[in-house]
């Protein structure tokens, strides 16, 4: 009696290069973003620890500015994820808010690089406004990160930390005007460090199935 065998049909619901058992890793478009305020947040959380918030000598000049600097091109890039993901809503208003605070965060830069310089003059009228839009800033983060828990676009813990770690200014500046600057030196970099730090790693590990 003779034998036949025959092959398999091939399987067609397994797309090429997904055959096997391996996982294929998430995507995470906003990896690249979270690091840059990971990083951004370490850099300034040290800079506070070593000089506190004093820029008036020359290592607070540049440490501290050059450590706020790149902070504040980490909160940018959160910015920039919220935009892309409509994080506070799709609507005009969301807009607006988001271009506000961009625009109040870019002129915030304008300050640190001043200071950094060392060509800030708060007697001059016009360094004194530039100079008020740093804790604006950081105001307009906090409302925005009420909003995120709010609108609900976010999810799991990315919907409620944006709200831990952009309290910053309104924990920090109560501190520093109730206990004073060497109380408020370790509160601000523990701050930023349990905050924002760990924000960026949140945002980082977004992926795309988690956008709004």
Known sequence: ????????????????????????PAHRPYLRHGTVLTVGALAWAGMIAAFGFDNEGPGGQYGHNAGAFLFQLGVLSLLRVLWRTRAIGDGRLARFV????????SVAIVSTLSDFFGITNLDNPVSLAIDMFWPLSMLGMFLIGIRIAVAGR???????????????????????GIFGPGVARWVGA???????????????????????
């Open 1 to 24: 009696m003779a034998l036949t065998q025959t092959p398999a049909p091939a399987r067609s619901d397994v797309h090429p290069g997904q055959a096997g058992t391996t996982p294929q």
């Open 154 to 176: 976010w999810k799991g813990l990315s919907r409620f930390y944006p709200m831990v770690a952009e309290s910053w200014a309104v924990v920090t500046v109560p501190t520093l």
């Open 190 to 212: 523990a701050h930023l460090l349990v905050g924002y730090a760990v924000l960026g790693q949140v945002v980082a590990r977004k992926t795309a199935r988690d956008e709004a």
């Open 98 to 105: 988001l271009r506000a605070e961009t625009v109040a965060l």
